[in-house]
């Protein structure tokens, strides 16, 4: 399939990498999913993976001596599949220049935040500790920090005074699966643009398409 070549880094149920392929198989994004990569080689996303017929790159980072180890090793099949964008979609572990210097604009994250708040681990539980009354997703370039990276999309989520981790996290990953495929279609389109930190989504339809989610 010609269009943009896609690896996605995963660890756990890969409800994000579900809706990714689906987005690739019915045309909505103009590209192919190349790749699964998990440092969990029995977690359910790479079950999904192979019943869809996706290669799968599976490691455990105790059988390497350091993270720039394994991460070379990826590299290097990346390269070999000649991928355009790495999309990470719930991966657990945080990446080293080795990746991050080599797929530098071309490497995206999503989190279950407004960022800059409630960056790293238990970001709906951070919000509803905090009494938020507003959340949301935030879909990003990744340059190293936590979290940190230019922001290339948001929505909103309403925080309810009823609500759990459980339902406020449902809530977030619906939106989620939205989002997602849709900001990976746009690269695939050629629409995002970098300049610093400032992102620039070239297509005005797509800058409509970030407002706050109901």
């Known amino acids: 399939m010609s269009g943009l070549r896609i690896a996605v880094f995963a660890s756990g149920q890969g409800s994000n990498f579900q809706a990714l392929v689906e987005a690739a198989s ?28 996706i290669p799968c790159h599976l490691f455990q980072p105790k059988d390497y001596p350091s993270r720039e180890a394994y991460e ?10 000649k991928i355009d964008l790495v999309v990470l979609a719930g991966y657990m572990r945080l990446l080293t220049p080795v990746i991050v210097e080599a797929y530098a604009g071309r490497l995206i994250n ?11 681990k238990n970001a709906i539980g951070q919000a509803l500790d905090y009494g938020v009354t507003l959340t949301g997703i935030t879909v990003h370039f ?7 990276g230019p922001i290339i999309a948001q929505r909103a989520v ?6 759990t981790a459980e339902s406020l996290g449902a ?44």
């Open 142 to 148: 990744v340059d190293g920090g936590m979290d940190t």
């Open 72 to 81: 070379q090793e990826i590299v290097e099949k990346l390269n070999n599949l």
């Open 171 to 214: 809530s977030i990953h619906a939106i989620e699966q939205q989002l997602y495929p849709e900001v990976v279609s746009w690269f695939a389109r050629g629409l995002v643009k970098l300049e610093g930190r400032k992102v620039t989504i070239l297509a005005k339809e797509c800058q409509e398409n970030t407002q706050t989610a109901t």
């Open 110 to 120: 999503i989190h279950p935040s407004l960022l800059p708040a409630f960056p790293g």
């Open 158 to 163: 309403e925080v309810s005074a009823e609500d």
């Open 26 to 53: 019915n045309g909505k994004i103009k590209g192919s999913i190349e790749l699964l990569v998990s440092d969990k080689p029995q977690a359910l996303v790479v079950q999904k993976a192979q019943s869809a017929g």
